[in-house]
């Protein structure tokens, strides 16, 4: 190998090294409490909806 821009001999890898792509799996989200809390929050408050549209008779 010729001298590589970084000024070693034998080239780095940065320089020489092959261009593999680096491949990674997104994670599962984690359900946190604040989720959890929001998700419950948002339940109630549909249920609440629906009670009252019952309730005027939409």
């Known amino acids: 190998m010729s001298e590589c821009k ?10 020489h090294g092959t261009n593999a792509p ?3 799996q997104a994670r599962p ?3 946190t409490k604040a989720s959890a809390l929001s998700e419950k ?3 109630r408050m549909t249920a609440l909806k ?9």
Do not use: T
């Open 29 to 31: 989200k984690k359900r």
């Open 22 to 24: 680096v491949v990674r």
């Open 6 to 15: 970084h000024g070693l001999k034998h080239g780095c890898v940065y320089c």
């Open 41 to 43: 929050m948002n339940d």
């Open 50 to 58: 629906r009670r009252l549209r019952e309730i005027r008779g939409e």
